[in-house]
């Protein structure tokens, strides 16, 4: 039996905008709206993806501690009993949950007052209501389909940047998903297309060889969530359409999408966009059920797609306005990538003791310290990759960290009782009183018991309870 999962999700630059002076669609024309765009596309649910079903699931919304539904029958009631069950107050505007509901699997959209950003009279086909809702079908097909997949179930997955970060490598996933998106609108020069992606794809893996080894997972799992999320979307526009204004429809979906959403950049957001591209072109020139076996079988929709396309160097840009505004927009780099080095380099020298502590906790949260970008990025640590903390606040039992640089240890041998650990370098002053280290700084504050020991020159300060 699975869990509740909650899954948050900040969305910036996906709600609609609207006037001040337009009147705002009250919670249950929104319920109704939303519960409509599930029913429909939980009917067609395993044909966007084999073994994706959602026509057995209990679709709810909830706002302002109301919940609605959807009963077999069609009939939408209100029944506030689930919020019993499952707790999903995080603060931020949108949360999902997967709670049951009477003995079945749900799927469950909660918004945080006052954050319905609609007009009364939306329309189920509006681009930002589309966009909007379709966040439910990706987060529902990570939870229900993709925990059936067994090349999932002992892999690794990470979140956040990989060191070192590399500007080239962001730039050279773009120039790929924009070579996507030319071989999706032109398809009379698909080909040529296709092979400037392959030599974009070819070029990332050449300068990046960390990200390579360490996105596979995040390549997967989000590449096929999105072409799930957008195919939804244009299905649901494309009724009683042929094949052929169905493909118009996708097309122009596609692009009115991004035109939208004005979102791309970062690692998540280039394996979602260029996976899903990949995806789409895939249902043009292979059977769909076919690449999306060889998908669940570990492959990725970008590597199927190309496999046999011969990489051809595209033409340089003049007038490269892209570069500008990834440079604007990373220009937390220099900074980021100097404190992540920094910890590394603490990490590894044996002057530099450490406090070893057990995994920080969910509840952690991120605030930014000058120019560097807080948040979770992927270093590598002996041999292998890790997840490290930039500008974490988080509590150890008496012990406040708030934004010193934190590394995590998936296996650890020296602390007993400790084996997932999160290192903490200590270069500011402490003092030890007894048992207990005592820290007075401003990224480091309060007290912890420890137990002491020198491991190959080094002094560790282990955590107890």
Not at 155 to 167: A, C, M
Request: with cysteine; glycine share 6%.
């Amino acid at each position: 039996m699975k869990n509740i999962m909650v899954v948050i999700l900040w969305f910036l630059g996906v709600s609609a905008t609207t006037p001040a002076f337009a009147d705002e669609a009250s919670p249950e024309q929104l319920a109704r709206l939303y519960l409509d765009f599930m029913a429909q596309n939980s009917r067609q649910s395993e044909a966007l993806w084999p073994g994706f079903r959602l026509e057995d699931k209990v679709h709810l919304f909830s706002y302002g501690g109301n919940v609605w539904l959807r009963q077999p029958g069609g009939e939408v009631v209100k029944d506030n009993s689930v919020l019993e069950s499952v707790n999903l107050h995080s603060g931020l505007s949108v949360n999902f949950g997967f709670p049951q509901y009477q003995g079945q699997p749900g799927v469950l959209i909660q918004l945080e007052a006052p954050n319905i950003q609609f007009n009364a009279d939306t329309k189920p086909t509006d681009l930002t209501f589309l966009i909007w809702a379709g966040n439910a079908l990706h987060e529902a097909f990570h939870f229900y389909a993709q925990s059936e997949w067994r090349i999932l179930e002992d892999s690794s997955h990470y979140e956040g940047e990989v060191f070192p970060l590399n500007f080239d490598a962001r730039y050279y996933r773009l120039q790929l998903f924009d070579a996507l998106m030319a071989a999706l609108a032109e398809p009379e020069q698909q080909s040529l297309f296709l092979g400037h992606a392959a030599y974009w794809l070819q070029q990332w893996r050449q300068v990046a060889p960390n990200e390579d080894r360490v996105s596979y997972i995040n390549d997967l799992i989000e590449g096929s969530a999105k072409y799930v999320e957008l195919v939804a979307g244009a299905r649901l526009l494309s009724r009683n359409q042929t094949l052929l204004g169905y493909q118009q429809i996708l097309t122009q979906y596609v692009h009115d999408y991004y035109q939208q959403q004005v979102m791309w950049g970062g690692w998540t957001a280039e394996a979602g966009n260029i996976g899903a591209l990949a995806g789409i072109l895939l249902d043009s020139t292979q059977d769909p059920y076919r690449w999306k076996e060889s998908v669940m079988s570990g492959m990725l929709p970008v590597d199927i797609l190309l496999n046999r396309i011969k990489p051809i160097q595209a033409p340089e840009k003049k007038d490269n306005k892209q570069k500008k505004y990834l440079q604007d927009m990373l220009a937390y780099y220099p900074a980021t990538q100097e404190k992540l080095s920094q910890l590394l380099l603490n990490v590894q020298d044996p002057k530099v003791p450490l406090l070893v502590m057990p995994s920080v906790s969910d509840s952690s949260s991120f605030i930014d310290i000058g120019a560097v970008r807080s948040g979770f990025y992927v270093v590598p640590y002996q041999d292998e990759m890790t997840q490290a903390y930039l500008g974490m606040s988080s509590q150890f039992g008496n012990l406040s960290v708030s934004g010193s640089p934190l590394l995590d240890v998936p296996m650890q041998n020296f602390c007993e009782g400790i084996e997932a650990a999160t290192l903490l370098p200590l270069v500011f002053p402490f003092q030890r009183e007894g048992q207990y280290l005592v820290f007075n700084e401003a990224e480091v504050h309060g007290t912890i018991r420890v137990s002491a020991s020198v491991v190959d020159g080094r002094t560790l300060y282990c955590a107890m309870n």
